[in-house]
């Protein structure tokens, strides 16, 4: 039973860090916010958060941006 579960976990594990990867190079490309999300941290596209306010790709993630 251990085993079963085991593998499930290792199963789901390696399809979730298949979900994205880091071949597109613009925000426009991008089709959700945590999609941005993980160009800018796990894939160093420090270009997609030009303001740097920690918001990549402001075009999609509207919603956090905050009105100054």
Do not use: T
Request: aromatic content about 10%; overall charge positive.
């Amino acid at each position: 039973m251990k085993k079963v579960v085991l593998i499930l976990f290792f199963a789901l594990m390696a399809n979730a860090a298949d979900k994205f990867d880091c071949s597109k190079r613009y925000c426009k490309e991008m089709k959700s916010c945590e999609e941005a999300y993980h160009y800018l941290r796990k894939c160093g596209r420090s270009g997609f958060d030009r303001d740097r306010d920690g918001i990549p790709c402001e075009n999609v993630c509207k919603e956090h941006r905050v009105e100054k």
